[in-house]
């Protein structure tokens, strides 16, 4: 099932080239395996969030796939993922990301925290850098401008409404 649902996540995003691919899914996944190791969580509902976090990204595919997760529950319902696990994964999902945690919310279950977490890990260092850095060219935004100055009040509105003026803005921002 898990190899399924990540072929599916595969021909969905393998193509992207904003920063949420495959390599990107593939680092969070391993990350979240090996938190899952020390966390005692279930590692088919944390491989499960791993791989769907990102196919309803709204700033991919729209905020009405954000809000219904319609890529997510397609590809659980084409794997013929257990619907009690499918609630499980779609909770932690509705969950994960930075906007969602300037709005208050954050995962609940050991799972949703453990690949939260991840995906958070991936967004540091290098790989980060990079990841905004491919994000803002695809956008055409630029690495930096020194006459734009990042948010320092950030909301969830905020976020979600604009994109950052630059990469360095929203390093700074986020």
Do not use: W
């Not at 193509?15 to 390599?23: A, F, L, R, T």
């Not at 590692?43 to 809000?67: Q, R, T, W």
């Amino acid at each position: 099932m898990i190899e399924e649902v990540k072929a599916k996540v595969s021909e969905l995003l393998d193509k992207d080239n904003s920063g949420h691919g495959m390599e990107h899914i593939n680092r969070v996944l391993d990350l979240s395996l090996k938190f899952a190791e020390n966390e005692n969580g279930n590692k088919d509902i944390v491989s499960l969030i791993a791989l769907l976090h990102d196919v309803d990204d709204y700033k991919l595919f729209g905020m009405e796939n954000a809000i219904n997760l319609t890529n997510a529950k397609r590809i659980m319902n084409d794997c013929n993922v257990d619907k009690n696990i499918q609630r499980r994964v779609c909770l932690a999902l509705n969950n994960i990301g930075y906007s969602k945690r300037l709005k208050g919310c954050s995962p609940t279950t050991i799972e949703g925290k453990i690949v939260s977490d991840a995906d958070m890990c991936d967004a540091l260092g290098a790989n980060g850098i990079l990841r905004v850095y491919t994000y803002s060219m695809k956008i055409g935004k630029p690495f930096f401008d020194r006459n734009k100055f990042p948010i320092k009040d950030m909301t969830a509105d905020k976020y979600t409404s604009r994109c950052a003026d630059s990469s360095v803005c929203h390093i700074f921002e986020k």
